[in-house]
């Protein structure tokens, strides 16, 4: 069993920056793949970012690729969304997402986790 916990939302500003965290606790962090979605109002949720289990590459959506950033931290049990070059369009529920030893990319639909937070709000302003 793991328990996600996602902080660090808010409002900002069109192209400014945001770290999101999620915190896990629970079964060992490291044996598992994690991965960011969002769910605007109104859309289906998408996956945003991912990160492998071990030494895996992070993914990325076509949507945020050079401008969005995760990384993990297994010795703190958390992983991050560095977000950049903040637009509108990114304003959303950002969900982290937990599988348990699994190489995830972002092309992993959610069904495939078995994890899940509550989410943070993220509001970028025009």
């Known amino acids: 069993q793991v328990q996600l916990v996602e902080s660090g939302g808010g409002l900002v500003q069109a192209g400014g920056s945001l770290r999101i965290s999620c915190a896990a606790s629970?079964?060992?962090?490291?044996?598992?793949?994690m991965a960011w979605f969002r769910q605007a109002p109104g859309k289906e949720r998408e996956s945003v970012a991912a990160v492998g289990w071990s030494s895996a590459v992070p993914t990325y959506a076509d949507s945020v690729k050079g401008r969005f950033t995760v990384y993990r931290d297994n010795a703190k049990n958390t992983v991050y969304l560095q977000m950049n070059s903040l637009k509108p369009e990114d304003t959303a529920v950002y969900f982290c997402?937990?599988?348990?030893?699994?190489?995830?990319?972002?092309?992993?639909?959610?069904?495939?986790?078995?994890?899940w937070g509550l989410g943070t709000q993220v509001t970028v302003s025009s």
């Open positions: 629970g079964r060992s962090f490291s044996d598992y793949g």
């Open positions: 997402a937990a599988k348990y030893r699994a190489f995830v990319t972002v092309r992993i639909p959610q069904r495939e986790y078995e994890y």
